[in-house]
């Protein structure tokens, strides 16, 4: 039986390709491509360098907690909470280096050990965007290193259970962030052995 991952020949052909706008952390093209069957069409694509998202996971007597950031969205017009990610804008980039330095900039947060459970893609119907999963436990406090479009994030650190109730009541909206605690979930229930029902 043929692997998940295996590949056939791609069924869309691209024909020309124009970079239509950049700005530092973007670029958008349009793409003329032909269908298997033959017909034409237009494809538009975004282009944004790898990020990471980072899992801050505290383990204490009490419970688990996870440190969220919490800020306004533009784009949507409204604030929620997600875990911290982001990116440096260039393609060259360590992994591991960019999720110790998101999480740093972002929450003070200096970490211990970071524990990389699998790369996703962002939203791949429309963007071309890779993002590095890290898990990061052994947290100390440090000093947060804010960029401008960041300076109303907030930080909070939040129980596990609260953090998954958030995922169904709205606070938590950010699909990245859902999907990095589900691949999360995944990666410990393997880890611990645990065997759910098929």
């Known amino acids: 039986m043929p692997s998940i991952k295996d590949v056939q020949s791609p069924p869309i052909k691209t024909i020309s390709s124009r970079e239509v706008y950049r700005n530092p952390?973007?670029?958008?093209?349009?793409?003329?491509?032909?269908?298997?069957?033959?017909?034409?069409?237009?494809?538009g694509v975004m282009d944004k360098d790898p990020a990471?998202?980072?899992?801050?996971l505290e383990q204490t007597p009490e419970g688990d907690f996870l440190w969220l950031v919490r800020q306004y969205r533009y784009t949507v017009g409204d604030t929620f909470f997600e875990l911290p990610q982001g990116g440096w804008e260039t393609a060259d980039?360590?992994?591991?280096?960019?999720?110790?330095?998101?999480l740093r900039e972002e929450t003070g947060l200096l970490v211990d050990r970071m524990t990389h459970l699998t790369d996703l893609w962002i939203?791949?119907?429309?963007?071309?965007?890779?993002?590095?999963?890290?898990?990061?436990?052994?947290?100390?406090?440090?000093?947060?290193?804010?960029?401008?479009?960041?300076q109303d994030m907030t930080v909070h650190r939040v129980p596990v259970s609260e953090f998954e109730a958030m995922l169904l009541d709205g606070r938590v909206m950010d699909n990245c962030t859902a999907s990095a605690w589900g691949v999360y979930r995944v990666w410990r229930d393997r880890r611990d052995g645990v065997v759910r029902g098929s």
């Open 25 to 43: 952390w973007t670029r958008v093209r349009e793409d003329v491509i032909e269908r298997e069957n033959g017909t034409r069409g237009i494809y």
């Open 52 to 56: 990471c998202i980072v899992i801050p």
């Open 93 to 102: 980039v360590d992994p591991e280096e960019l999720a110790r330095g998101e």
């Open 123 to 150: 939203a791949y119907g429309a963007m071309r965007q890779i993002h590095h999963v890290y898990l990061a436990e052994g947290l100390t406090h440090g000093e947060t290193e804010r960029d401008p479009e960041e």
